[in-house]
């Protein structure tokens, strides 16, 4: 993910990723398996540009929220279903409506997520990033 996001007094300098589906346990013996067959997908993905919806705090994390379009919906269903299909990994609830994003903080302190979104809310983001594909 490329981005225009430098703060010396933020966490933005990590590589950014788009978070595409909930996260699923999975059995010790398949785990490089099943990473190694999504970072071939998404390593054959050209890149393609997301709109920024700005910095939000949802639950336990500050989030730079990814407009929906139909790209990430196509990537979105092919990780579902495939991951399903291949390894039984099934849907979270959230998969069905999911919210893309890029976090940029995560804590259970309430208080320590809620000082993150004030410090992050008045960075400025780019209206839009270029997703790559790339892991």
């Given at each position: 993910?490329t981005?225009s996001l ?14 595409l589906r909930?996260s699923?346990?999975?059995d ?9 067959y ?7 993905l050209?890149?393609?540009t997301?709109e920024?919806?700005?910095i939000e ?6 989030w ?10 196509e990537i ?6 495939s ?16 919210m893309?994003h890029?976090s940029l903080?995560l804590?259970?302190d309430?208080a320590?997520?809620n000082r ?8 400025p983001?780019?209206?839009n990033?270029?997703a790559?594909?790339?892991?």
């Amino acid at each position: 993910m490329t981005n225009s996001l430098n703060s010396a007094n933020s966490a933005l300098t990590l590589p950014l990723h788009i978070s595409l589906r909930m996260s699923f346990p999975a059995d010790d013996l398949i785990c490089e398996e099943i990473i190694e067959y999504i970072a071939r997908y998404l390593g054959s993905l050209s890149p393609f540009t997301v709109e920024v919806q700005g910095i939000e705090n949802f639950r336990n994390i500050v989030w730079l929220k990814i407009k929906t379009c139909p790209r990430l919906r196509e990537i979105h269903s092919w990780l579902v279903d495939s991951l399903s299909q291949k390894y039984g990994t099934g849907a979270h609830i959230f998969d069905s409506d999911f919210m893309y994003h890029i976090s940029l903080f995560l804590d259970d302190d309430p208080a320590k997520v809620n000082r993150a979104y004030s410090a992050l809310s008045s960075e400025p983001v780019p209206v839009n990033m270029t997703a790559n594909g790339l892991l």
